[in-house]
């Protein structure tokens, strides 16, 4: 039964993300912004919802087990970078080796994707080098955290100015499918695109508090710390929507929409969310995160090095897959 509900849980988030997520490229289409944007921005803002809520909720509302708590909270904060930079991009070249072949290319809007890989990695280093620092020097550790939150939101105000110049490049955004909530015979306005926007985070809270609880009840089943389960399992379960989309972006070579998915979700998650860890648990390096830390580095490092060179090849992505593969031989061993 335990298992069902996990599963229930995991699948009220995904269409909750989806219903999200087709919503936001409609507000997209409408605001004439581009691709880019949309991607970086927009689509990796919403469907980052699930794992930005799942340590929220665990932190502030989870189990009565404060200690349980913060591990699923830590767990869910490190784990979602470390499954985009590694598994969801590799995934990308898995989908497309037998139409690309293993030297094809993949040719996102350079610009807006170098931006993302420099800012994450600038923020996700400054975040792990906060783990460091001891817990008596707070005031620190919290300006640091601040400069997070201030970074991510220049980050916003520098994709945004490059918005105007790359529609006019042809990268303006178009929805791939109609309004969802139009299928059933609503008008296509603004208050029902937005209604459609409202339900889609009420469902995500909704899947995301039901899915701390499973996860804090499973790792006792499986003789395995809830740190580790968090790690291993919640990031697998809320990337499912980055990964969707963009596979489904990159099959039809839509390849700035699918890259800026994850490498804009990848900010996020390497600025806000650090910045929520240090505020709100112990923040530091203990030995079951290092090597997911160390992993998540080397695949953004590693990508953003082959950008320097030009576009990004097919087999290229498969260092990110051995990235992952290694990790989980560490981290089970």
């Known amino acids: 039964m335990l298992w069902m509900h996990l599963a229930g849980f995991v699948l009220l988030i995904l269409a909750a993300s989806e219903i999200f997520v087709n919503a936001l490229e409609h507000l997209g289409e409408r605001l004439g912004i581009s691709e880019g944007v949309t991607g970086s921005l927009f689509a990796a803002v919403g469907t980052a919802l699930p794992e930005t809520l799942v340590p929220l909720i665990a932190l502030l509302a989870g189990t009565a087990d404060p200690h349980a708590n913060e591990a699923i909270g830590t767990g869910a904060i490190l784990g979602a970078p470390l499954m985009l930079s590694t598994l969801s991009v590799s995934l990308l070249a898995l989908v497309t080796l037998r139409r690309r072949g293993f030297q094809g290319e993949f040719a996102p809007e350079r610009s807006g994707i170098v931006r993302d890989f420099n800012m994450f990695l600038a923020s996700f280093s400054l975040a792990c080098a906060v783990m460091f620092i001891p817990h008596g020097n707070a005031a620190l550790r919290l300006g640091f955290a601040f400069v997070l939150l201030l970074g991510y939101f220049l980050y916003v105000l520098v994709t945004l100015r490059a918005s105007a110049h790359l529609v006019q490049s042809g990268?303006?955004?178009?929805?791939?499918?109609?309004?969802?909530?139009?299928?059933?015979?609503?008008?296509?306005?603004?208050?029902?695109?937005?209604?459609?926007?409202?339900?889609?985070?009420?469902?995500?809270?909704?899947?995301?508090?039901?899915?701390?609880?499973?996860?804090?009840?499973?790792?006792?089943?499986?003789?395995?710390?809830?740190?580790?389960?968090?790690?291993?399992?919640?990031?697998?379960?809320?990337?499912?929507?980055?990964?969707?989309?963009?596979?489904?972006?990159?099959?039809?070579?839509?390849?700035?929409?699918?890259?800026?998915?994850?490498?804009?979700?990848?900010?996020?998650?390497?600025?806000?969310?650090?910045?929520?860890?240090?505020?709100?648990?112990?923040?530091?390096?203990?030995?079951?995160?290092?090597?997911?830390?160390?992993?998540?580095?080397?695949?953004?490092?590693?990508?953003?090095?082959?950008?320097?060179?030009?576009?990004?090849?097919?087999?290229?992505l498969g260092v990110n897959a051995a990235l992952y593969a290694g990790y989980l031989a560490i981290s089970l061993h």
């Open 171 to 316: 990268h303006g955004t178009e929805a791939h499918a109609p309004l969802m909530l139009t299928r059933i015979g609503l008008p296509d306005h603004m208050a029902v695109l937005l209604f459609q926007l409202a339900a889609g985070i009420f469902m995500l809270v909704q899947g995301a508090d039901g899915f701390i609880v499973a996860i804090h009840d499973a790792a006792p089943l499986l003789g395995i710390s809830p740190l580790l389960l968090a790690l291993l399992i919640v990031p697998v379960a809320t990337e499912l929507p980055e990964k969707v989309n963009s596979i489904r972006w990159v099959r039809h070579r839509r390849d700035t929409l699918a890259f800026g998915n994850i490498t804009g979700a990848m900010v996020f998650q390497g600025s806000i969310l650090p910045a929520i860890g240090i505020a709100l648990t112990d923040w530091q390096p203990h030995r079951e995160i290092m090597p997911g830390i160390v992993c998540t580095l080397a695949g953004a490092l590693w990508l953003r090095l082959c950008l320097m060179r030009g576009h990004l090849r097919v087999w290229q």
